[in-house]
């Protein structure tokens, strides 16, 4: 017979029959057996211990401390993760038990409405890292954003960013005054990224040996490489 007891909501998971207090938001897990003597055991104890659960701000807090985020991130990738931080700062006190696939797929369509695929997606990467860093450290039980599918880019949208024909290259090369033809060959013939090609500095270029160095943004490690005898 069905029976239900105040302030618990009972679910199925898989096959699997699970019940958590709405108030304490803990959730009774097997191998007891609902509304066993040790069910009701076990949901008093929860109901009387004071509620320390962790919530998404305790995540970000000891990332933050980490020398992961600290020292191995570039400036520039920490300023991303800061961005994605600040739009969830609604979330801050959301206990971790209530982050589920569900709460993050609406994050992400959320984020995808108000700001777009590209952000959408940035909010599922820092999640993931997020998590990850907390599960491996025992702050975390799972990791909810794990193996979430990013928002594709509709078929029928242009690219923004397609590779340039011969004849435009030719076209902007040659227009393009010396301050802006500097980063533009820097791009287009090395690869650099529009801060890397715009923050340069000329002490990069060894002018004897003909080799650049190249710190990338992204990452801030060190690159070299040899510039063709005619660029």
Known sequence: MHRTV???NVFVSKGTIYAY???TRRRLT???TLYSPEWFAALHEIRSRPNTARAWRELVRAYRAS???VMDIA???RADYDGVFRWLEPCKAVPLDRWTRRFVLELRDKAQLQKGRRFANYVMSVLSVVFAF????GLADSNPAEKIKRVLRPKSHPRPNRRWTPEEWDAVT???SPHLLAPILLAGLLGYRQGEAITAPRESWDRKRNVLTRRSAKSGKLGSGLIAANA
């Open 6 to 8: 105040p302030g618990v």
């Open 21 to 23: 207090d709405r108030k």
């Open 30 to 32: 097997p191998p007891l």
């Open 67 to 69: 020398p992961r985020y």
């Open 75 to 77: 400036p520039r990738t």
């Open 134 to 137: 907390a599960t491996d450290r």
């Open 174 to 176: 040659a227009a393009a």
